[in-house]
């Protein structure tokens, strides 16, 4: 018997083992069994260890279980951890959805081992090295994504994928915005899959125009145009709703905001008071230096009282005043906005550049007002008042100059686009 035993066993496990595949989709909990039992007599098997992460995938989208999807993460790694005795292939697929699913659970890092194994598994295969640097930079890491990239280009030099990302990495990290462009200039002719994207066609035409190159910057916008990555040359914003209407100027009127306008207008010496106490309490430090290295020059700060449509109540309590205005008026609790004081000092310039979405109005609400402070947006130059409210559309292309000799300050108010639902308001991700 001990002798017949594997004979007679093997070929019937082997019906099992297809039986409960077959289940996987149709049963997952009664192909999970299936698996165990299988896995029971031979915990080895690659494909029955397969099989059940498989069913513990299914099972966790039936239940909407993040304690079954973690199972069926650890039981796709178990896969892996077979090593030589899982083929490639199976190697491979149990891989990808391991990772996927990481990812999805947000395991960001525990992503990053998998693509490792793969890298080291599958050497001479770019594309997993490819999304490992890929993995860091999602990890922010882009230092480590830098390494991968510049092995990847040592080996394959016309990696058009490794190029844009590479330039991408060089320009938005280390500021090294020539040798940024070259990259993602190189990346973006090779048209692989994935270069044609808003984000490189934007950074790309940013490190051109900090270079001085604006010809060539306009161009790469047009391209970007044509390509379908922005709405037009003007309007980059990469985040959008299709059918809105799209200017860079708008009438206070033409909004349908205009009795808030008004409201705030009319209480306007208040909410510049509130702004300049801030800017004389003993520590200003709510004031924080703009983020988004757009600064080519000077000083400019800004103190934040709602951002993604939330309060934030430690600065409200600083300015009570303005924020219960704000507060009271729903289209300007914009989860893709924001409400601030902005401070600009003397002798500040801000690069040319676009928001990150068409769904929002920016107003600007002028509170001290020196002269030689100017806005472009589009083609149209314009100053600032006091006591009055200008509005643009900041997806479009604008840049700021303060020449003048005292500072400038205004309260910015994002407001939803006019033309955006409730509806939209609610279902749309906040920025
Ligand atoms: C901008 O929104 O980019 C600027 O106009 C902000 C500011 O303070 O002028
Ligand atoms: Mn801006």
Redesign the pocket.
């Known amino acids: 018997a001990s002798v017949a035993e594997p004979v007679t066993n093997v070929p019937s496990r082997m019906q099992n083992l297809e039986e409960a595949d077959r289940l996987v989709d149709q049963s997952p909990a009664q192909a999970l069994a299936l698996m165990e039992q299988i896995l029971e007599k031979d915990p080895h098997n690659a494909l029955a260890l397969y099989g059940r992460a498989r069913s513990l995938d299914s099972l966790a989208e039936v239940e909407r279980s993040n304690a079954r999807l973690e199972q069926s993460i650890f039981a796709y790694r178990a896969v892996l951890d077979l090593e030589d005795q899982v083929d490639d292939q199976l190697y491979h697929k149990s891989a990808l959805r391991c990772i996927d699913r990481m990812r999805f659970r947000g395991f960001h890092g525990k992503a990053i081992r998998i693509q490792q194994r793969l890298v080291a598994r599958f050497p001479d295969d770019i594309e997993y090295q490819n999304q490992l640097a890929v993995g860091f930079l999602l990890t922010n890491q882009p230092e480590a994504a830098r390494t991968i990239l510049e092995g990847v280009l040592n080996r394959w030099p016309n990696s058009g994928f490794a190029q844009v990302h590479l330039g991408f990495i060089l320009k938005t990290t280390y500021d090294d915005y020539d040798a940024g462009a070259r990259w993602m200039m190189a990346g973006i002719a090779s048209r692989e899959e994935g270069v044609i994207d808003g984000r490189f066609y934007s950074h790309l035409g940013d490190a051109l125009t900090r270079l001085g190159k604006h010809e060539e910057a306009q161009r790469i916008y047009a391209d970007g145009a044509k390509e379908g990555v922005f709405r037009s040359h003007d309007q980059r914003s990469l985040y959008n709703v299709d059918r809105l209407t799209a200017q860079p100027w708008w009438d206070k009127e033409a909004t349908t905001y205009g009795p808030f306008f008004d409201l705030l207008e009319a209480n306007w010496r208040q909410i510049r008071n509130e702004g300049v106490a801030l800017l004389t309490l003993e520590s200003p430090e709510g004031f924080a230096n703009e983020s988004e290295k ?1 600064r080519d020059s000077g000083d ?1 700060k ?1 103190f934040e009282l709602f951002a993604q449509g939330r309060k934030n109540a430690a600065h409200c309590i600083k300015a009570p005043v303005t924020c219960t205005l704000i507060e009271n008026y729903p289209p300007a609790l914009c989860k893709r906005g924001q409400v601030k004081f ?1 401070i ?1 000092h003397p002798g500040t310039h ?1 690069w040319p ?1 676009t928001g990150p979405t068409n769904c929002r109005l ?1 107003a ?1 609400l002028g509170l001290v007002v020196p002269s030689g402070a100017k ?1 472009r947006v589009g083609n149209t130059i314009k100053s600032w008042e006091e006591g009055k409210f200008i509005v643009f559309d ?1 997806s479009f292309d ?1 840049e ?1 100059w303060h020449n003048g000799s005292s500072y400038r300050l ?1 309260l ?1 108010v994002d407001l939803w686009h006019p033309e955006l639902t409730t509806d939209e308001w609610q279902s749309l991700a906040p920025i």
């Open positions: 757009l400019w800004q902005s600009m801000v550049h920016r600007h806005l900041d604008h700021v205004v910015i």
